[in-house]
């Protein structure tokens, strides 16, 4: 067993990437889902896999054609990693098991296999970026997670077409600033391998290109990452994509480009630019509060559902960068334990939002009023899952926030008075769910809403696991902390 | 004397980007497009980049026009709108033109032997090429061996176009839309007898030195991307001319999606095939006896892969592009 | 006379800033495709000024020359795989402009944005 275990972190992209090639012979809908949900699951079960495997013996390497790295390509998994895969693949399932019947409301059947195909893509990029170790690897599998998730949003109404087409023509730009800073960098150590380029960083006499290379690096996975305020793709493009698909990418799309941001800049830049954590920390902090207040804000003057919670998710990424911008262990810990519950929180409620479209309803706030009479389980899951965004103890919404105010507390003086906007965010979030919930026990039914009803019963299932897990993971949130602190540690024990 | 050479098309290069963006009539835009690729081809050649060159002819001045001549032919011809230059835009570009400007002042000089990025992974490759993998490109031995994940996920990015351009472009089309002058329609230049003529003397030509780029990647330029770029060229020159029904005729669909998922399945099968003969993923040296011969074997196999995928995605491209207008 | 050298990055930083320029401000679709494409490519002319070496020729080994300094050909590798990324990035786009065009009937930036209105 152990021969297999050995080949995981390539398993973890090869098992989608074959199933995605596989899966245009098979042109039948029904087949095309079956094959995506089984390869889905698998890679789940490869992610799990990897976390035991992580939490037993630290971290993962291997090396691509078993040629040794600098020379060949290296996956590096760790903590950090193994959490991440564990969202992306998790994500990916759940929305996955409401796609069959979420996707026939919105894209024909003849063309969903070409659709599966897509999301096994997208799977296949986002976990080949987790586990990559090489610089220019992200790239490529970047893009490949990038064209894949455009194909996935293109998929919902009219309206997602433009919504597209800024989000392609942002997403680029993004990926090219990368590829820019990625080639500066490469231009002064040789080398594109992430180990190797720390400790040659080290080296590197002239700081002037290594600054613009951090710079554009920074910028363009900011991009990909919609940070405020760089975020004005977002809304858009998860409220008209088809439903199935937001519970897909809204969980886990741009907390990797997130990942990969916090991995060049703690792991690569920090040793190696003096100044670095200072600069870092001016930059963030002030960018990830305006973010948190400016989305929550806007997410209050939303009519439509989706709209809603895609500005509480840019609010959210303000969230994991406040994290980062803090710099100490505490802080560091809360942002990255935050990805997982903010993936599980958004993933629930657009599950609950996949329902309450189930049978036809808008998805503004006049459309589902009064929906909660009809469909009291899919509200009540809405509910639940709400109250784990806004933070409320016991829920896994909670956990995260709470290690953000405790690394704010720990921190200088001026810090602590930063934990207030945290809990104002807190404060607006209650306020825009309660809207939707108002809208939905107390609000009067619109008279062309005739048949609305319960959505499908496994569709209301997986909206309840989901919200259960918010509820076990807020109760016992053991594992995803003990990662995120490794996580943590790690990438401060870059800075010396 | 490269210098000079250098300067003079880098020169010629920002001129034909100021036109490019400047034109009003987006043909003429594109028609600059191409000849910008074309320019730039000719720089990596100059700057020793021959396998990047012939890429970037194939693919940027070839391929990339006829994609956007297609998107023309469907939407409009030319760009609406006056708006003068915009001052905050154009202040902010100037600033970090600037910067970047002056970031370049640490830079290496161009050819400086000592730069880092030839004194460490480089030189390794140049040395050891030859006793590991034992073929003449070095390039094509890091492309499709050393650094051969890369090149997977490159192929399954070409990969994802092609699923992408066949869902967006099999949208049930709206019913009361314009319908707009067709560059390509279903006849065809059957009528015009020059470009018959002759085109049809080149296609042959240009397929058989397709396959020869494709074979040839070891020793000299090429590749599978190349390849796979300048088959589906001459193809489309013969859709061009015969007219679509004749060329879906000769190449069909069907077979267009078979070579794109059995290039794709080729790259990844070979790659598993290392794990399961008890290498690493994508390990050729176990695919043989001798390791060598087995990275010849692989390399083999994974740039037919490329080459078959890439074909068939470009030839997909292009025929949904025409099967739009009709 | 040794800028001389640094004159390729120079008209890198150029064409970076003329394609977003165009990208950010010009209102038609396929302008801003081809902006973009233009984008991506002064890139590719960074990474390609960093292979030449002096002296140097393309990296094929020839048999019957002894003694030769060959160019660097990492970078060759890197923008190979990248000009096939741009060629897809553009594929896609243009297959979603000509769907806008067929919707909207336009594609003008804020004739599309008015018309989504609706």
């Not at chain 1, 600069?279 to 929550?296: G, K, N, Y």
Request: one cysteine or more.
């Amino acid at each position: 067993m152990t021969s297999f275990a050995v080949h995981l972190p390539v398993l973890q992209v090869v098992v989608p990437l074959f199933t995605a090639a596989v899966i245009p012979l098979l042109r039948e809908r029904s087949l095309a889902w079956a094959a995506a949900t089984a390869a889905s699951l698998c890679a789940f079960a490869t992610a799990v896999l990897i976390t035991v495997a992580v939490r037993h013996s630290g971290p993962m390497s291997y090396a691509v054609g078993s040629w040794p790295a600098p020379y060949g390509i290296e996956l590096a998994v760790d903590a950090f990693s193994a959490l991440l895969l564990l969202i992306v693949t998790g994500a990916s399932s759940v929305a996955l098991l409401i796609a069959r019947s979420s996707l026939d409301l919105e894209v024909a059947e003849s063309r969903q296999y070409l659709l599966y195909t897509a999301w096994l893509l997208a799977l296949a990029g986002l976990c080949g970026i987790v586990v990559a170790g090489d610089a220019f690897n992200i790239f490529v599998f970047m893009e490949i997670s990038s064209l894949a998730t455009y194909i996935l949003i293109a998929g919902g109404s009219k309206h997602a077409l433009p919504a597209v087409f800024k989000y392609l023509v942002m997403g680029t730009i993004g990926a090219t600033f990368y590829l820019l800073g990625v080639g500066l960098i490469y231009m002064m150590t040789g080398t594109l391998n992430l180990a190797d380029m720390a400790v040659r960083l080290g080296e590197v006499a002239d700081t002037r290109p290594v600054l613009v290379a951090g710079g554009f690096i920074t910028i363009g996975l900011a991009l990909k990452a919609a940070v405020f305020p760089l975020h004005t793709w977002l809304p858009n493009a998860y409220a008209y994509a088809p439903h199935a698909v937001t519970v897909f990418i809204a969980a886990c799309s741009t907390k990797v480009a997130l990942y990969v941001l916090l991995r060049f800049d703690f792991f690569v830049l920090q040793g190696n630019l003096s100044g670095h954590d200072s600069w870092f920390t001016a930059l963030m902090l002030p960018l990830s509060i305006i973010a948190v207040l400016a989305a929550s804000v806007a997410a209050l003057r939303q009519r439509d559902l989706k709209k809603i919670l895609a500005y509480s998710s840019v609010a959210q990424i303000g969230y994991i960068l406040f994290g980062a911008g803090l710099m100490s262990a505490s802080g560091l810990t809360g942002g990255i334990v935050h990805m997982f519950n903010h993936a599980l929180a958004k993933g629930a409620l657009f599950l609950a939002v996949a329902c309450l479209a189930a049978h036809g309803a808008t998805l503004s706030l006049e459309g589902v009023a009064g929906a909660a009479r009809r469909m009291p389980l899919t509200a009540a899951g809405f509910v639940a899952a709400g109250l784990s965004l806004i933070g409320i103890p016991g829920t896994a919404g909670f956990i995260g926030k709470w290690f953000l105010v405790l690394g704010a507390a720990e921190g200088q003086p001026v810090e602590i008075w930063l934990a207030i906007p945290i809990l104002l965010g807190s404060l607006i979030a209650v306020v825009y769910i309660w809207r939707v919930v108002e809208s939905l026990y107390f609000g009067t039914q619109c008279s062309t809403a005739g048949t609305v009803r319960e959505a499908p019963w496994w569709m209301v299932l997986t909206l309840w696991a989901a919200v259960l897990g918010n509820f076990y993971f807020g109760l016992k949130p053991g594992l995803p902390l003990e990662l995120a602190r490794h996580a943590a540690f790690g990438l401060l024990a870059g800075q010396e | 004397m490269t210098t000079v050479l250098c300067v003079f098309m880098l020169t010629l290069l920002v001129i034909t980007a100021f036109g490019m963006i400047q034109a009003r009539n987006l043909f003429s835009a594109v028609m600059l497009g191409g000849i910008y690729s074309f320019e730039m081809a000719s720089i990596f050649f100059i700057l020793d980049a021959a396998d990047v060159a012939l890429t970037e002819a194939a693919i940027g001045a070839g391929i990339t026009t006829v994609f956007f001549l297609g998107a023309l032919a469907l939407t409009e011809h030319r760009e609406r709108g006056r708006h003068g230059p915009q001052w905050l835009p154009i202040g902010v570009m100037t600033a970090t033109g600037m910067m970047l400007i002056y970031a370049s002042f640490d830079n290496p000089r161009i050819g400086d032997p000592n730069a880092p990025v030839h004194l460490h992974v480089a030189p390794w490759y140049l040395e050891q090429t030859p006793q590991l993998i034992d073929i003449q490109n070095i390039v094509s031995a890091i492309l499709a061996s050393f650094r051969g994940y890369d090149t997977l996920g490159e192929l399954f990015v070409i990969f994802t176009a092609g699923i992408g351009v066949l869902f967006i472009l099999s949208a049930p089309a709206p019913q009361d839309r314009k319908v707009s002058e067709r560059l390509m329609n279903a006849e065809g230049l059957r009528h015009h007898l020059v470009p018959r003529v002759v085109g049809q003397l080149l296609v042959p030509f240009i397929v058989l030195f397709g396959l020869y780029v494709q074979f040839h990647g070891d020793y000299g330029p090429g590749g599978g991307f190349q390849a796979g770029a300048l088959i589906s060229a001459g193809l489309i020159l013969y859709a061009l001319l015969r007219g679509e029904i004749a060329a879906l005729r000769a190449v069909p669909i069907w077979f267009l999606r078979m070579l794109i998922v059995s290039g794709a399945l080729l790259y990844t099968t070979v790659g598993i095939a290392g794990m399961l003969l008890g290498g690493s993923f994508l390990d050729y040296s176990v695919l043989s006896n001798d390791p060598v011969a087995g990275q010849h074997l692989g390399i083999l196999l994974v740039e037919v892969g490329v080459g078959l995928t890439v074909t068939g995605v470009l030839l997909s491209i292009f025929h949904a592009f025409a099967a739009r207008g009709q | 006379m040794e800028y001389i050298g640094l004159f390729n990055y120079w008209v890198f930083a150029v064409l970076l800033m003329i394609g977003m320029y165009a990208i950010i401000a010009k209102r038609n679709l396929i302008k801003k495709l081809l902006a973009l494409a233009m984008f991506q490519s002064a890139v590719f002319l960074l990474y390609i000024t960093m292979n030449k070496v002096d002296g140097g020729t393309a990296p094929i080994i020839r048999a019957d020359v002894q003694e030769q300094v060959f160019s660097n050909p990492l970078p060759q590798v890197l923008i190979l795989t990248a000009i096939v990324v741009g060629v897809a990035t553009l594929a896609l786009g243009l297959a979603i402009v000509v769907r806008i065009h067929e919707t909207f009937g336009t594609i003008e930036e804020d004739q599309v944005y008015v018309r989504d209105r609706e």
